[in-house]
């Protein structure tokens, strides 16, 4: 039995480590989407928006400017940042009970086993709504519905980033619920 739990918290420590690493790199690189309009393009993330125009790329943060402008999308970008920041501080901390697992093997404590699977949920759902709410507010704001006709969206690598994490933060969560003492 001991090599169950230790074989199912290495793995599952692994992906929610992985997925704590992407959940990170997804909330940093300001890129979760990118507009074109007439040879400008600009790339926006949670904490900051960049500009190139010819070649050179400026980049500011995401601050009362858009909150003047569109109050609305300035407020679920904020609570994108925060439900992305949850995720990955939970997604790192079940890492670390799902280690701390597979080092005790069969004398490990129930309430370890249970406090690995709760956070492993937790960071899922904290992820899949943060990234939910962080591309529905990039897509649908006032400046993409109604200043710009001639407007191209895509979406960034870091919302792709984001999705793979809830994936693989999903794989990794179930995995930790066949552990059993």
């Given at each position: 039995?001991?090599?169950?739990i230790?074989?199912?918290?290495?793995?599952?420590?692994?992906?929610?480590g992985?997925?704590?690493?992407?959940f990170?790199?997804?909330?940093?690189?300001?890129?979760?989407g990118?507009?074109?309009?007439?040879?400008?393009?600009?790339?926006?993330?949670?904490?900051?928006?960049?500009?190139?125009?010819?070649?050179?790329?400026?980049?500011?943060?995401?601050?009362?400017?858009?909150?003047?402008?569109?109050?609305?999308?300035?407020?679920?970008?904020?609570?994108?940042?925060?439900?992305v920041?949850?995720?990955?501080?939970?997604?790192?901390?079940?890492?670390?009970?799902?280690?701390?697992?597979?080092?005790?093997?069969?004398?490990?404590?129930?309430?370890?086993?249970?406090?690995?699977?709760?956070?492993?949920?937790s960071s899922f759902?904290?992820?899949?709504?943060?990234?939910?709410?962080?591309?529905?507010?990039?897509?649908?704001?006032?400046?993409?519905?109604?200043?710009?006709?001639?407007l191209?969206?895509?979406?960034?690598?870091?919302?792709?980033?984001?999705?793979?994490?809830?994936?693989?933060?999903?794989v990794?969560?179930?995995?930790a619920?066949?552990?059993?003492?």
């Amino acid at each position: 039995m001991s090599s169950n739990i230790r074989l199912l918290s290495i793995v599952a420590g692994i992906m929610l480590g992985l997925s704590s690493a992407c959940f990170i790199v997804s909330n940093a690189v300001p890129e979760w989407g990118k507009y074109k309009i007439t040879g400008i393009e600009s790339t926006i993330g949670l904490w900051q928006y960049c500009a190139f125009v010819s070649n050179v790329k400026t980049c500011q943060s995401i601050s009362s400017e858009l909150e003047s402008f569109d109050a609305d999308t300035y407020h679920k970008i904020q609570a994108a940042e925060a439900f992305v920041t949850l995720a990955c501080i939970m997604s790192g901390i079940s890492t670390c009970c799902l280690l701390a697992c597979a080092l005790m093997g069969d004398n490990v404590h129930q309430i370890l086993l249970w406090t690995s699977k709760g956070l492993a949920f937790s960071s899922f759902i904290m992820g899949t709504v943060g990234i939910a709410l962080g591309i529905y507010a990039i897509f649908n704001n006032r400046l993409t519905n109604q200043l710009f006709t001639q407007l191209t969206i895509t979406l960034g690598a870091a919302s792709c980033i984001g999705i793979a994490a809830i994936v693989i933060n999903l794989v990794g969560a179930i995995i930790a619920v066949f552990m059993r003492k």
